[in-house]
């Protein structure tokens, strides 16, 4: 539940402060705008270790917003918050959960809930909420706010979305009563590519366009830092990395990702939190509610880890840098936009083989609700074994940079991710230190990576069985492989790199003798691999057999882009399969069927 302070409460009580720091203008309140109307929370009624959906139903009363997995896997408690970007002068709309993010997450923003969405029309309802009526798409009702706000969400990103774009970006949308058909048919109404409904598409047009025009005028400037300082907990938004490294270096200790550098007997009650999207650390919060910090210290709205800088050059390799605070879905974007801008990346030119991979992984990192929110630099600080950007980024020799202030100035160090990986949750970032982005190399003519995810069950939104990610360079005059890079996730430690057949494969001629090879590591060394697993034996002998198919799989595509017969290795991946949905997981007949749908080729996704 929000607490809420009484507004009477004693001059003393109220004088109960934690130090401000130059990270931003002590303020006494937070101010946003919910369902059009102005809302502004004092700061002696605020506690940011609450989320926003409780802010919503207990003190708002807006119930719409239901709670119900608290853990942003559902949808249920799905808004829209709007907010203004002065670099584009644009207002940008992404959909949140809101039983993940902390209220003053949301300040300077526009949230809208489903019962502020018909207050913009005439009728009783929305379109979309009619469209859901119209097609029988609502039974209990607990996810039917959340359909609706993604897929409104969603048409406000681009209203000329089509039926597949409406359907994916109901990946992390739950609903236990309707089997999907009838919400399919629902969003179905405003999809660009089905004809028909011409007057659903445009009354949905007509209130994107009055969205946007009521837009508050108050809230269209940038972001200006801040504090906010409740009872209990502080809030601090700086919004230039100097501020940033200032707050870091002089007020200490501070947790990144599940980093702490308090010293010893330091807890999380006597620290603060670095957060950016809030996806993991609401996450936390949730799990474990006793351990209130210190004060979050929110790096949402840093302008230098926002940037991307393309065909730029480190370590004498040309690629791209990624700012540690853009989001999945910037990233995504990003991508997108310069693969259909720039020839040399397109889909099957030499440099794009290390690029497509991210693009399509972050399709299935998360959900829609995480991925607007989330961000490349708190997915690799986390450095979960199970993490989706981990082994990725590990196996195409991707670096990052650390920067830190000493006498005033700002010093740089860059790290390789195998330098920069250090364990389950355990990276080499500094107490004084900040990380503000990712180089990506491009890669070189005869250089291929892929990568693979298999889902527990679902192929988004969930905890990945296994995650393979590898990439191979073979010298196109003499077809030696000189380098190659094979890591694994989901296997209880990061960036675990698959040894016995990276050993197998450097130095050898490419050709058809290497797929068995590599079979034979894997299975000779399979115990080995899936050691410090936290799964069941039946899960590890799975998990064996998955990392057999995704080298199958990852030597297929090698071979067939560059240039080899793929006819054998697709009679030995027909093979694996055949045996996978043979085997029986966990004491379910059918989970192997299962695990084999849910797994995911990124390389093949193409948006």
Same mark, same amino acid.
């Given at each position: 539940m929000y607490k809420l302070v009484h507004p009477h409460i004693t001059t003393a009580l109220r004088a109960v402060r934690l130090k401000t720091t130059n990270s931003?203008? =002590? +303020? $006494?309140?937070l101010v946003f705008y919910l369902n059009g109307s102005r809302v502004e929370v004092p700061s002696y009624e605020l506690e940011p270790t609450a989320s926003l959906l409780s802010y919503l139903r207990d003190n708002r009363g807006l119930t719409g917003t239901k709670q119900v997995c608290s853990e942003g896997g559902c949808g249920a408690c799905t808004c829209i918050m709007s907010k203004y970007d002065a670099k584009t002068d644009k207002v940008v709309h992404k959909t949140i959960s809101s039983c993940l993010v902390s209220l003053p997450f949301v300040d300077g923003t526009l949230v809208t809930t489903t019962e502020g969405l018909s207050k913009h029309v005439n009728d009783p309802l929305h379109p979309v909420q009619q469209a859901v009526l119209d097609n029988h798409g609502s039974q209990c009702g607990y996810c039917s706010p959340g359909v609706v706000s993604v897929l409104t969400g969603q048409l406000l990103k681009n209203t000329n979305s089509t039926n597949l774009q409406l359907e994916r970006a109901l990946d992390g949308t739950l609903c236990r009563c309707t089997? %999907? +058909?009838? !919400?399919?048919?629902?969003?179905?109404?405003f999809a660009s590519?089905?004809?028909? /409904?011409?007057?659903k598409k445009e009354e949905m047009m007509k209130f994107c366009s009055e969205f946007e025009t009521n837009f508050p005028s108050e809230l269209k400037h940038a972001p200006e830092p801040m504090v906010l300082e409740g009872l209990q907990c502080s809030w601090s938004r700086p919004t230039k990395l100097l501020d940033l490294l200032e707050k870091r270096a002089k007020n200490a200790p501070i947790v990144a990702g599940s980093h702490s550098f308090g010293g010893e007997g330091a807890t999380t009650q006597n620290m603060a939190h670095m957060v950016a999207g809030f996806t993991d650390v609401g996450y936390e919060l949730h799990l474990h509610p006793e351990e209130d910090p210190l004060g979050f210290v929110s790096i949402a709205d840093v302008d230098e880890l926002q940037t991307i800088t393309w065909d730029t050059t480190h370590n004498d390799m040309e690629g791209v840098w990624f700012g540690a605070g853009v989001t999945i879905d910037g990233l995504a974007s990003a991508i997108h936009? =310069?693969? =259909?801008?720039?020839a040399r990346l397109q889909h099957g030119s030499p440099l794009s083989y290390s690029i497509w991979p991210i693009h $399509?992984?972050?399709?299935y990192f998360g959900n829609t609700q995480v991925r607007?929110?989330?961000t490349i630099g708190g997915s690799l600080v986390n450095c979960s074994h199970v993490s989706d950007m981990v082994p990725l980024m590990t196996a195409l020799n991707a670096s990052v940079e650390l920067v830190h202030l000493s006498n005033g100035h700002m010093q740089t160090r860059t790290h390789y991710m195998d330098q920069f990986v250090l364990g389950d +949750?355990?990276?080499? !970032? =500094?107490? $004084?230190e900040i990380m503000t982005r990712v180089f990506v190399p491009y890669s070189r003519n005869g250089e291929y990576a892929i990568s693979f995810k298999y889902g527990n069950k679902r192929r988004v939104d969930t905890i990945s069985t296994l995650n393979f990610a590898g990439r191979v %360079? !073979? $010298?196109?005059?003499? /077809?030696i492989v000189e380098e190659a890079s094979f890591v694994c996730g989901g296997l209880g430690v990061s960036g675990l790199h698959i040894t016995s057949l990276e050993d197998v494969v450097v130095g050898r001629e490419w050709n058809m003798e290497l797929v068995i090879d590599g079979l034979l590591a894997i299975r000779e060394n399979g115990d080995n691999i899936v050691q410090h697993s936290r799964h069941l034996p039946q899960g590890k002998e799975h998990q064996k057999h998955l990392l057999e198919v995704s080298w199958a799989r990852a030597f297929s595509y090698y071979s067939e882009k560059h240039g080899l017969d793929t006819t054998y290795t697709n009679d030995i991946m027909d093979t694996l399969h055949a045996n996978s949905l043979s085997m029986k997981w966990g004491g379910d007949t059918d989970s192997g069927h299962g695990q084999h749908r849910a797994s995911q080729d990124y390389e093949f996704y193409v948006a």
């Open positions: 931003g203008v =002590k +303020r $006494n309140s089997g %999907y +058909r009838p !919400i399919i048919s629902a969003l179905s109404c590519d089905v004809d028909g /409904n011409s007057d936009s =310069k693969m =259909k801008e720039d $399509n992984q972050t399709h607007s929110s989330g +949750r355990s990276v080499d !970032i =500094k107490s $004084n %360079y !073979i $010298n196109p005059d003499t /077809n």
